[in-house]
T-cell receptor
Framework: SQTIHQWPATLVQPVGSPLSLECTVE??????LYWYRQAAGRGLQLLFY??????ISSEVPQNLSASRPQDRQFILSSKKLLLSDSGFYLC????????????FGSGTRLTVV | DAKTTQPPSMDCAEGRAANLPCNHS???????VYWYRQIHSQGPQYIIH???NNETNEMASLIITEDRKSSTLILPHATLRDTAVYYC???????????FGAGTRLTVKP
């Protein structure tokens, strides 16, 4: 069966520090991968998605970036965090021609102080 | 560019059916209706999806009107654990993004 792992669960980082959040999927090949962010009391915002190694589509211009160095690994990064980067970050995967929707990870709650 | 409209909140008594409406009047012929829910501090969970026929699974039933301009998610016997935000999304099945609106906050009360 397929599983998605996302870590860390919580993170407190100072303004201006770098960020690296990692997401890995097991039990499937060539998944579509997604990063979402949910600010406090707000809806889910799609940040990036990837349909293959090295292929990244950005939905919202900001100081975040994403990379997919391996088929089942998706990384969200920032060189310098802003206070506005605080939020709940969720990774998700789907099959390329899926019928059943997305499977989300458990999320990382990031607080920038 | 919201494609769906949902009430911001609803209450339901435990053990009763919860009926969550969604309007999607601009839905196109190749767009599916998907439902997810998000329990506090967790990632969204897929519930059900459909194109034009009514659908049922172990979690819920999806009723889509004949003109496809609206749908209703039915939780037949709501429990306290069904308290969550429920999202209705319309999209082409193979599209590479899933855009979530504000959803409906369902509170199941004892």
């Amino acid at each position: 069966s397929q599983t998605i792992h996302q870590w860390p669960a919580t993170l407190v980082q100072p303004v201006g520090s770098p960020l690296s959040l990692e997401c890995t999927v097991e039990g499937t090949s060539n998944p579509n991968l997604y990063w979402y962010r949910q600010a406090a009391g707000r809806g889910l915002q799609l940040l990036f998605y990837s349909v293959g190694i090295g292929q990244i589509s950005s939905e919202v211009p900001q100081n975040l970036s994403a990379s997919r160095p391996q088929d089942r690994q998706f990384i969200l990064s920032s060189k310098k965090l802003l206070l506005s980067d605080s939020g709940f970050y969720l990774c998700a995967w789907s099959l390329p021609a899926f019928s059943y929707g997305y499977t989300f990870g458990s999320g990382t709650r990031l607080t920038v102080v | 560019d919201a494609k769906t409209t949902q009430p911001p909140s609803m209450d339901c008594a435990e053990g009763r059916a919860a009926n969550l409406p969604c309007n999607h009047s601009t839905i196109s012929g190749n767009e599916y209706v998907y439902w997810y829910r998000q329990i506090h501090s967790q990632g969204p969970q897929y519930i059900i999806h459909g194109l034009k026929n009514n659908e049922t699974n172990e979690m819920a039933s999806l009723i889509i009107t004949e003109d496809r301009k609206s749908s209703t998610l039915i939780l037949p016997h709501a429990t306290l654990r069904d308290t969550a935000v429920y999202y209705c999304i319309v999209r082409v099945r193979n599209n590479n993004d899933m855009r979530f609106g504000a959803g409906t906050r369902l509170t199941v009360k004892p």
